[in-house]
Nanobody, 114 residues
Framework: VQLQASGGGLVQPGGSLRLSCAVSGGIFSSNTMGWYRQAPGKQREWVASITNVGRTNYADSMKGRFIVSRDNAKNTVLLQMNSLKPEDTAVYYC?????????WGQGTQVTVSS
């Protein structure tokens, strides 16, 4: 099993980024998938999730700004992040819901700064 997040980078406040997570190993189709993030000096937190039938859920601070989706044909989960704020700076990870320790990958760094 491998979950590989990508798409991070440096963006100005108010900008947008689209993260992608490629999932291999046969766990994608039947699982709710989630995005998580960890900011410097803070614990990892849940960001958003999407069930295998497309039902979505978001942490309060992401509602209206982030959109999670999944491409079942490509075993990929996506996170469209809009209206980014400096406090969104973190390493972003994908994992199942609930997360499994062995599924954590390297994540992708998102930095929101002017």
């Amino acid at each position: 099993v491998q979950l590989q997040a990508s798409g991070g980078g440096l963006v100005q406040p108010g900008g947008s980024l689209r993260l992608s997570c490629a999932v291999s190993g046969g766990i994608f189709s039947s699982n709710t998938m989630g995005w998580y993030r960890q900011a410097p000096g803070k614990q990892r937190e849940w960001v958003a999730s999407i069930t295998n039938v497309g039902r979505t859920n978001y942490a309060d601070s992401m509602k209206g700004r982030f959109i999670v989706s999944r491409d079942n044909a490509k075993n990929t989960v996506l996170l469209q992040m809009n209206s980014l704020k400096p406090e969104d700076t973190a390493v972003y990870y994908c994992n199942t819901i609930p997360p499994y320790a062995r599924y954590w990958g390297q994540g992708t760094q998102v930095t929101v700064s002017s």
